[in-house]
């Protein structure tokens, strides 16, 4: 009985949370739900996130972009099973119909350096994504839910790694650690991780001071299960806006830290590329086609992540939703008065 009426408290704070009203309360809509022309289509603010974004072209759009290089880099073996650094072709050769993307200076094929770069990227930019994120749920619910000293000493860790100069963080620890993928996640991690849960805190201080979390605790529900159970349902649009920030975070500053030669230069990625375009004169030279299809996927895979974070704040948002009506053209009689001595 008490997990019932706790359920059913959690499930209608969810709703309110959102920006929602229950389903077929048409006081909800700005109009009250009259006026509505005949076969209007309303988008009702209950909905499920998921449905929100199947139905959202900007997420749509995002996730198309988003698919075409996961699927790159998962048929990268594939496409070129051959180690992609070989030497290829003739050095600073410019795009043909041999070499899409041209060479290198040193005859490397751009293409298959671009695609296997594609494979190490996404890969340190979602491990660092889902990491950094983690962390921030376990910091801020826990710092949300018990307050006082824990409160206070997880706030003055996240202060403390919020303070530190990002960058010259990230050059210190990279130069001092071992080189390889292993590292660059490791201090990635390490240095994002606050941001997300300074913000993940913020809305679970809000969240629990809501009823059905004191009805919870009334009930005697454990501690994790009201963290998991009960306030982390109500954060999922700010969770997954979190979780593509980090994503990008991880992206950009895995090619920033490779770029400034920090990374394992052995390894093939976006970051690599345009170290090694800097270093073999690319820009002096004017070969472009060496630079910039890594610069352009690093841009495009941040762009549909922002994109698709868009779409979240849009769907979850009550002050972004927007209801939407098919127009019922009416054909209405001209003013021949007016338009007549006009």
């Known amino acids: 009985m008490t997990t019932s009426i706790a359920t059913t408290a959690s499930t209608v704070a969810g709703e309110t949370l959102a920006g929602g009203a229950p389903a077929g309360n048409t006081a909800a809509t700005p109009d009250g739900g009259a006026g509505l022309p005949p076969g209007a289509s309303v988008r009702r603010p ?65 293409l298959a350096l671009t695609i296997h770069g594609a494979r190490s990227s996404l890969l340190v930019g979602l491990t660092v994504g889902f990491a950094s994120t983690f962390i921030g749920i376990l910091v801020g619910l826990a710092s949300a839910y018990f307050g006082r000293v824990i409160d206070e000493a997880l706030s003055l860790t996240t202060n403390v790694f919020l303070l530190l100069p990002g960058l010259p963080l990230l050059v210190i620890l990279a130069a001092f650690l071992p080189p390889g993928l292993g590292t660059v996640i490791l201090v990635l991690v390490v240095t994002g991780w606050a941001g997300s849960a300074r913000v993940l805190r913020s809305q679970a201080l809000s969240i629990r001071s809501k009823d059905f979390v004191a009805a919870a605790v009334v009930t005697g529900e454990r501690p994790l299960r009201i963290m998991f159970r009960e306030i982390l349902p109500n954060m999922a649009s700010i969770v997954m806006g979190t979780l593509l920030a980090c994503i990008i975070y991880g992206i950009g500053a895995q090619a920033g830290l490779e770029f400034l030669g920090l990374g394992d230069v ?48 849009e769907v979850t948002n009550p002050r972004l939703r927007k209801i939407r009506v098919r127009k019922i053209r009416k054909t209405k009689p001209a003013k021949t008065g007016k338009r007549a001595s006009a």
Request: hydrophobic share 50%.
């Open 46 to 110: 209950n909905r499920s996130l998921l449905h929100g974004l199947l139905t959202n072209k900007k997420a749509m759009t995002g996730a198309a972009i988003l698919f075409v290089f996961i699927a790159l880099a998962l048929l990268a073996p594939v496409l070129y099973p051959d180690n992609p650094s070989k030497i290829t072709g003739m050095a600073s050769q410019e795009p043909d119909a041999e070499f899409w993307l041209g060479t290198t200076a040193k005859g490397q094929d751009v």
């Open 266 to 313: 052995s390894t093939v990625s976006w970051g690599n590329n345009l170290y090694w375009a800097g270093n073999e004169g690319a820009l002096l030279t004017g070969s472009w086609w060496v630079f910039v299809p890594s610069g352009l996927c690093i841009a495009l895979v941040a762009f549909s992540l922002s994109l698709i974070n868009y779409a979240v704040d």
